[in-house]
């Protein structure tokens, strides 16, 4: 009898425990409920009033901060974009606004040729004969082309699938217009006259000179590239004059004659006169000297 009284009230315990486990776990979670319900409800509540709160604190500026990374990081996206779409440029201007941003960007061979044809032919040869395009895009060898701005110039690479460059050649975005000299006054100048060199010679002499002092007579040295054999003439003038001797290149274009002045260093000038005056059957040239009137003002 006593067992059987025992053994009910444990029984009665455990249902009691289980009973309390329970009802403690329900309320747990209808508590925990209860806090998502409210939580939500005061985090809505405040997404509301955000217009109407004042915008300060840490967190606040933190986001903000945040916020406009993301939206420069876009705004650079899209900038980015026309730099790789090579049939977005249609023409030099239009190369020279994305180069001014990214300062260099690469075309693929149907990109290049695309941009090529929009290009006035007077300036497309200068970048590449059609010819020697027409060439190019027989072989293999070219697999893209780089484009870069150095100054005024526009540059292009042309290189080979291991991105080896294998051709490079310069446009002039605004050429230098020829000084207005019409040969017949430059001859009878002063400090030109008996001074004119025909272009064999003076390339013979310059071509024995340091690369310092060549850059320090022709200034811009791509000019000679665009030259070639279009030069006729040079003439070195006999005057120092603001610090520099003047130089005068005959250069012959579309059956008419462009001349193009350069001012070099006295001490460049000197050792180019010494090669010229070294050649059998050159002129012999006197250096360059400071007149008596720039000396006089000077003093």
């Given at each position: 009898?006593?067992?059987n009284?025992?053994?009910r009230?444990?029984?009665?315990r455990?249902?009691?425990?289980?009973?309390?486990?329970?009802?403690?776990?329900?309320?747990?979670?209808?508590?925990?409920?209860?806090?998502d319900?409210?939580?939500?409800?005061?985090?809505?509540?405040?997404?509301?009033?955000?217009?109407?709160?004042?915008?300060?604190?840490?967190?606040?500026?933190?986001d903000?901060?945040?916020?406009?990374?993301?939206?420069?990081?876009?705004?650079?996206?899209?900038?980015?974009?026309?730099?790789?779409?090579?049939?977005?440029?249609?023409?030099?201007?239009?190369?020279?606004?994305?180069?001014s941003?990214?300062?260099?960007?690469?075309?693929?061979?149907?990109?290049?040729?695309?941009?090529?044809?929009?290009?006035p032919?007077?300036l497309?040869?200068?970048?590449?004969?059609p010819?020697?395009?027409?060439?190019?895009?027989?072989?293999?060898?070219?697999?893209?082309?780089?484009?870069?701005?150095?100054?005024?110039?526009l540059?292009?690479?042309?290189?080979?699938?291991?991105?080896?460059?294998?051709?490079?050649?310069?446009?002039?975005?605004r050429?230098?217009?020829?000084?207005?000299?019409?040969?017949?006054?430059?001859?009878?100048?002063?400090?030109?006259?008996?001074?004119?060199?025909?272009?064999?010679l003076?390339?013979?002499?310059?071509?024995?000179?340091?690369?310092?002092?060549?850059?320090?007579?022709?200034?811009?040295?791509?000019?000679?590239?665009?030259?070639?054999?279009?030069?006729?003439?040079?003439g070195?003038?006999?005057?120092i004059?603001?610090?520099?001797?003047?130089?005068?290149?005959?250069?012959?274009?579309?059956?008419?004659?462009?001349?193009?002045?350069?001012?070099?260093?006295?001490?460049?000038v000197?050792?180019?006169?010494?090669?010229?005056?070294?050649?059998e059957?050159?002129?012999?040239?006197?250096?360059?000297?400071?007149?008596?009137?720039?000396?006089?003002?000077?003093?």
């Amino acid at each position: 009898m006593n067992e059987n009284h025992e053994n009910r009230e444990k029984a009665r315990r455990a249902f009691a425990k289980i009973i309390f486990a329970a009802g403690a776990f329900i309320i747990i979670v209808l508590a925990e409920l209860l806090f998502d319900i409210v939580e939500i409800g005061t985090g809505r509540l405040l997404l509301l009033s955000n217009p109407i709160r004042p915008q300060t604190g840490r967190l606040w500026e933190e986001d903000h901060k945040e916020q406009i990374g993301l939206d420069e990081l876009d705004s650079a996206q899209v900038v980015t974009l026309p730099a790789n779409a090579g049939q977005s440029i249609n023409s030099l201007e239009d190369l020279e606004a994305v180069l001014s941003i990214h300062h260099s960007m690469s075309m693929t061979r149907e990109e290049f040729n695309e941009f090529y044809r929009t290009v006035p032919q007077n300036l497309s040869e200068q970048i590449i004969q059609p010819l020697d395009l027409f060439t190019m895009n027989r072989s293999t060898e070219w697999h893209k082309t780089q484009l870069s701005l150095s100054g005024d110039q526009l540059v292009f690479h042309f290189l080979d699938g291991y991105e080896k460059p294998i051709r490079e050649s310069h446009l002039a975005l605004r050429p230098e217009e020829a000084d207005t000299i019409f040969l017949p006054e430059m001859e009878q100048r002063e400090k030109f006259r008996g001074r004119l060199l025909p272009a064999a010679l003076f390339y013979r002499a310059f071509d024995q000179l340091p690369r310092a002092y060549q850059v320090q007579i022709v200034n811009d040295p791509y000019k000679l590239v665009q030259w070639q054999n279009s030069l006729q003439r040079v003439g070195i003038s006999l005057w120092i004059e603001d610090g520099g001797v003047e130089i005068i290149f005959e250069v012959s274009s579309d059956a008419r004659v462009k001349l193009h002045s350069m001012y070099a260093s006295e001490m460049a000038v000197g050792y180019l006169i010494r090669e010229i005056n070294s050649i059998e059957d050159a002129p012999k040239l006197q250096d360059p000297y400071r007149r008596e009137d720039d000396a006089e003002e000077d003093h």
